[in-house]
């Protein structure tokens, strides 16, 4: 039988040890990320490299860590950015979206797009050109086909970006408490579209020296062959 002071001490040491579980991966992450990179030791794919950094991200973090920022522009509006979470992230990079969203409209006036991505001190800037598929298009189906059952149902009634009022926001809550069935999906709707983003350039910066002298290195879609990237230079951080 313990004594009180006894059991106290138990349950702090039990405490203490979760804390010290959970904060492990990101104490170890910090300094792992210390390792400068080396054009030598970089992979000739940025794919290859990104997919390195978001499967260490997401290791730590979840999904979430897959998170991008999408800039886009259009002469009306200027510049605008928001998150998005890619279905894929192979060539083209494919998000889904609403087809009346502020970035499909701007998309549709001009493709060419920014995508953002941040770990930390790493950021990838990936740079290049958007195609809105449309709701008929194989991506767009496919794309909408991946989603999880409630965001399908969601998808279909909600008009992203339209004001609406506590009322009628609060009834589209009660209408998935009562009405959301996964048995029962339609298929793709006419408000849905992928986005298709094919990236010119991908640029790496990892951060974290005193004096800012980061690393930074761009890719460049190769002209000739453009399957293939070409690691183009060390850039000054
Ligand atoms: C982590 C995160 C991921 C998101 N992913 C998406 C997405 O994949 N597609 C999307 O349409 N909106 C996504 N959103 C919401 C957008 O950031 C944005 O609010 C919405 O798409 C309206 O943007 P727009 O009016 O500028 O087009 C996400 C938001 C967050 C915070």
Redesign the pocket.
Known sequence: MLSRREAELCAVGCVCGAVITALAPRVRHLFSRRVALKRRELPSSPHELFQRWLREAEARDGV?AR?L??A?SAPDDGA????????SFGDPII????IR??????LLVDGRCELVWRDGDRQVRIRGTAIVAGAADARSLQTFANLAPPRRWGVELLD??RPIDDEAHDALLRRYETEFNPNNLTACPDNFTAVAVTPATIEFFQGGHPAYINDRFLYVRDQADPTTFNLLARLQA
Do not use: E, I, W
């Open positions: 979430r998170a920022v999408l886009t605008t950015a928001r998150y998005v979470l890619p279905h998000l889904g979206t609403n969203s502020q970035k499909a409209r701007q992203q970006g």
